[in-house]
């Protein structure tokens, strides 16, 4: 069984940066498409940001696009989520996820494996 957790989440000012990581136990990241999803107080969970098994493909919500990269290093079999100028809206809590697909996708029904996340809060 799969686990994920979460790393790097905090308090930050608005135009501030924050790096969030998700590592995995056994089997490692390598042929698993990952995603990174959030969700804010009394909303619904939404997509962020996904990347294929390879790291050759990415995807990202309109909302953060030209903001916030991701990345992995299968070495150390860890996806990160880079977000720049950080908005008050991006706060919420920051859930990984790891899909058998192999395929980054927006889609959360094809992830397989869920962490528990990590709090961003971004203050005005």
């Known amino acids: 069984q799969m686990q994920l957790v979460e790393s790097g989440g905090g308090l930050v000012q608005a135009g501030g940066s924050l790096r969030l990581s998700c590592a995995s136990s056994?089997?490692?990241?390598?042929?698993?498409?990952m995603g990174w999803f959030r969700q804010a107080p009394g909303k619904e969970r939404e997509f962020v940001a996904s990347?294929?098994?390879?790291?050759?493909?990415?995807m990202y919500a309109d909302s953060v696009k030209g903001r916030f990269t991701i990345s992995r290093d299968s070495s150390v079999s860890t996806v990160y989520l880079q977000m720049n100028s950080l908005r008050p809206q991006d706060t919420g809590v920051y859930s990984c996820?790891?899909?058998?697909?192999?395929?980054?996708?927006?889609?959360?029904?094809?992830?397989?494996?869920w962490g528990k996340g990590t709090q961003v809060t971004v203050s005005s």
């Open positions: 056994v089997p490692p990241l390598s042929s698993y498409a």
């Open positions: 990347i294929n098994w390879d790291g050759d493909n990415t």
């Open positions: 996820a790891a899909s058998r697909t192999s395929m980054a996708t927006p889609n959360p029904r094809l992830y397989d494996y």
